[in-house]
């Protein structure tokens, strides 16, 4: 089995303040990690993913992700937030092999404060 | 515009008066699921389709029921809707459900059961 952990319900940021959303996960497994952003009264949205190769991946929004197998952390990192960045965003994991049996973090409610 | 539509977007109902939330995407994508999205839980999945006439449970199917007729169509069924299922509910779709997928998801329903 497969889990995620998000610790931080929600995190407050001025803007142009850098920002790590936190994400743990457990499998025993290889895994592919995703992280998703769900703005106010929308659907969630791909906003990068993991699936081999460099660790480091990015967003055309300025978000970056590392992978960490030795920690199992995917921690989602942006140098200056703005306030289009407020949204909800959740961490999600899939094992390889198989179907798409995706695990999802409970979210982190990021608020950028003007 | 490729999309996955949801309806209705919003929906209050009494307890044990059936209802239908139907959900069509226009990827031609293999793969549909279900989700309810509950405060502090994050998302849960309901069902899964990983094709036409092909439908599995998730982690939280009690209460529901779903069918695959069309490869478009995955509409949700509630027979008999009780309070504690009130939630937001998401459809989702991918191309073939293969854990490296990206879910692409409908704006949501947000059911109130009274």
């Known amino acids: 089995a497969q889990s995620v952990t998000q610790l931080d319900s929600q995190v407050p940021v001025f803007e142009e303040a850098p920002v790590e959303l936190r994400c743990n996960y457990s499998s025993s497994v290889s895994v592919y990690l995703f992280w998703y952003v769900q703005y106010p009264n929308q659907g969630l949205q791909l906003l990068l993913k993991y699936l081999s190769g460099s660790t480091l991946v990015e967003s055309i929004n300025g978000f970056e992700a590392e992978f960490n197998k030795s920690q199992t952390s995917f921690h989602l990192r942006k140098p200056s937030v703005h306030i289009s960045d407020t949204a909800e965003y959740f961490c999600?994991?899939?094992?390889?092999?198989?179907?798409?049996?995706?695990?999802f973090g409970t979210g982190t409610k990021l608020q950028v404060i003007p | 515009e490729a999309q996955v539509t949801q309806n209705p977007r919003y929906l209050i109902t009494v307890t044990g008066k059936k209802l239908t939330v139907t959900c069509s995407q226009n990827?031609?994508?293999?793969?549909m699921s279900w989700y309810r999205q509950d405060p502090g839980l994050g998302l849960r999945q309901i069902y899964y389709?990983?094709?036409?006439?092909?439908?599995d449970k998730g982690d939280v199917p009690e209460g529901y029921k779903v069918s695959r007729k069309e490869k478009r169509n995955f509409p949700l069924i509630l027979e008999s809707p009780s309070p504690n299922q009130t939630s937001l509910y998401f459809c989702?779709?991918?191309?073939?459900?293969?854990?490296?997928?990206?879910?692409?998801f409908g704006p949501g329903t947000r059911l109130t059961v009274l």
């Open positions: 389709s990983m094709n036409v006439e092909v439908t």
């Open positions: 990827m031609n994508h293999e793969y």
């Open positions: 989702a779709s991918s191309l073939q459900g293969a854990p490296t997928d990206t879910q692409y």
């Open positions: 999600a994991v899939t094992q390889a092999g198989g179907y798409q049996k995706v695990t």
